[in-house]
């Protein structure tokens, strides 16, 4: 099973910053098949990234994904109030299909 | 628009069963894969099963292999999780998500969530 490890667990900024966000993989996720979400409180997930770089339908160009291998990234380059949540990274490229533990973003 | 409605949570003694619905709208929906993610209070997502567009493939987390039945129904737009042999871990918010694309396990819509307490 592929561990995912996102850091850090909690990051505190003010709107207008730049967010970077790290999930590492314990193993190689093959094909770069990483995925993030992001989860508001009280709300379902919501689908954000995929493929590693893909933004998903209707999300904003300030969110954006890299990496591959072991090391990726989620970076939102100028936050806005409603960005601020808990986001996780999901690898499936091999099975079982598995989460990292989130990284809450939280208004400094 | 995409819609997922999840239905059938509660609470329920270990040891018992329960039968969550998810009804599908807005797309084709044997087109696409669907799955269950759940989510323990405070916690993070973990992944319990996942069905083919046509139902042929399903697929379960060893953590209720056994004990869960994913299936659907392409007639009536509704896929099904039954549990049983219910665990205090199993508690939790249950999602029911479209796959992107069948074949791919990202989820690019999600249901509101029902919670199963045991």
């Known amino acids: 099973e592929i561990v995912l490890t996102q850091s850090p667990g909690t990051l505190s900024l003010s709107p207008g910053e730049r967010a970077t966000l790290s999930c590492r993989a314990s193993q190689s996720v093959s094909s770069s098949y990483l995925a993030w979400y992001q989860q508001r409180p009280g709300q379902a997930p919501r689908f954000l990234i995929y493929?590693?770089?893909s933004r998903a339908t209707g999300v904003p160009d300030r969110f954006s994904g890299s990496g591959s291998g072991t090391d990726f990234t989620l970076t939102i380059s100028r936050l806005e109030p409603e960005d601020f949540a808990v986001y996780y990274c999901?690898?499936?490229?091999?099975?079982?299909?598995?989460f990292g533990q989130g990284t809450r973003l939280e208004i400094k | 628009e995409v819609q997922l409605l999840e239905s059938g949570g509660g609470l329920v003694q270990p040891g018992g069963s329960l039968k969550l619905s998810c009804v599908a709208s807005g797309f084709t929906f044997t087109t696409y894969a669907m799955t269950w993610v759940r989510q323990a209070p405070g916690k993070g997502l973990e992944w319990v099963s996942a069905?083919?567009?046509?139902?042929?493939?399903?697929y379960y987390a060893d953590s209720v292999k056994g004990r869960f039945t994913f299936s659907r129904d392409n007639s009536k737009n509704t896929v099904y999780l039954q549990m049983n042999s219910l665990r205090a871990e199993d508690t939790a918010v249950y999602y029911c998500a479209k796959n992107l694309r069948d074949g791919e396990a990202t989820y690019d819509y999600w249901g509101q969530g029902t919670l199963v307490t045991v």
């Open positions: 493929g590693a770089t």
């Open positions: 999901q690898q499936y490229g091999s099975s079982p299909i598995t």
């Open positions: 069905i083919s567009g046509n139902g042929g493939h399903i």
